[in-house]
């Protein structure tokens, strides 16, 4: 009985009942050119704004992914937070001292792990040292 019922014509007419033919719009709204484009703002830009300063006594690396190493962290339990960079080279003392006159930071704060030559600091200030180095063009 299904085989005959396919055969007929009723299933047909149903399918094209339920799906339209393809006819182009001939309408005003069709014809009518678009509209031009808005004026956007340029991207921003997430490269570096420039060289660094080549008088620097260091320099900040990037990653692969061309981000800035620099790293919050929270330790015991969510209790103790810090912020890690990395991937510095040259005069690590004087990067530290630039450091904590820009973020106003005591001694006791930033510490030079010296296995590593990370740089330590006591506190999430991982947003205000990226901006800052990325200030200075790294």
Known sequence: ???SLLRTAAPRRL???LTPSFRPLTTAAATAQPPPPLATPPAPSTSRPGPPDPRLPYFVSRTPFKKLAVYALNKR???LKLT???KIEGD???????????????????RIKV????I??????????TSWLAKQGF
């Open 115 to 118: 296995p590593t030559g990370h």
């Open 77 to 79: 339990g969510g209790s």
């Open 92 to 110: 690590k003392a004087a990067f530290k001292s630039a450091l904590m006159k820009e973020l106003r930071l005591e001694a006791d704060q930033v």
């Open 84 to 86: 890690m960079v990395k």
């Open 15 to 17: 399918l094209q009942q």
């Open 1 to 3: 009985m299904l085989p």
């Open 120 to 129: 330590e600091v006591s506190g999430n200030y991982a947003n205000e040292i």
